[in-house]
């Protein structure tokens, strides 16, 4: 399984400050563990009809570890763009798309036990994630002209997350920046559903 993620890089033993993908840096690689706390699936969650309802999706998926909620709130053209500072392009590059993006998830989701390869360290399963803040910078806006930000409107989201860790008794508390980039597709019973289309880590710095 293709391992290095943003959650997983700054998830060490040594309580490393990250922002987990919302929130991530430090990278490592993930394996599956016999003992890993596998949660069961939620129940179905609203339909992402506003951009708000969609990060409300967004934070109940990571809550609740539900690889069946995140993988609907991801765009087929989906890209996650590391923050530059994390000096992880020589291991993922700049960015990855959905398809790392899920298996990165499924990971974390599944307490699959994982390994620093910064660090050099072992890396314990995740138990539990948990979001102490999720609240916007700004409102939703037009990102301008990029072709990568074409149709999407953009909201930079301040994220704390307390994470625990098999076999640790303190919890880790990070929170960060992040900018995204959501796209509005019309169904046919006159709704809107919106995606993820771009996810920007921009590191621990709170200003806006």
């Known amino acids: 399984m293709f391992a290095p993620t943003r959650l997983k890089r700054r998830l060490t033993p040594v309580l490393l400050l990250f922002l987990i993908a919302v929130l991530a840096a430090g990278c490592g690689v993930f394996s599956p563990d016999e003992s890993k706390n596998i949660v069961d699936p939620p129940g179905p969650i609203d339909a992402a009809t506003t951009p708000d309802k969609l990060m409300a999706n967004f934070k109940y998926a990571w809550e609740n570890r539900s690889l069946v909620e995140y993988q609907k709130l991801l765009d087929d053209q989906f890209q996650f763009f590391f923050d530059p500072n994390d000096g992880l392009e020589q291991f993922v590059g700049p960015s990855w798309g959905r398809t790392e993006e899920l298996a990165s998830a499924?990971?974390?989701?599944?307490?699959?036990?994982?390994?620093?390869?910064?660090?050099?360290?072992?890396?314990?399963?995740?138990?539990?994630?948990?979001?102490?803040?999720?609240s916007k910078v700004f409102e939703w806006q037009d990102p301008g002209t990029d072709p990568l930000y074409e149709g999407t409107l953009k909201a930079r989201y301040t994220v704390g997350i307390k994470v625990s860790f098999q076999g640790i008794e303190q919890t880790t508390l990070v929170t960060g920046n992040n900018d995204f980039y959501v796209k509005g597709y019309p169904q046919d019973d006159g709704t809107t559903l919106y995606k993820i289309k771009v996810w920007e880590d921009q590191g621990q710095n709170l200003g806006s």
């Open 106 to 134: 499924k990971s974390i989701f599944e307490g699959d036990a994982g390994y620093d390869l910064i660090k050099k360290e072992d890396i314990p399963p995740v138990l539990s994630i948990e979001f102490t803040t999720f």
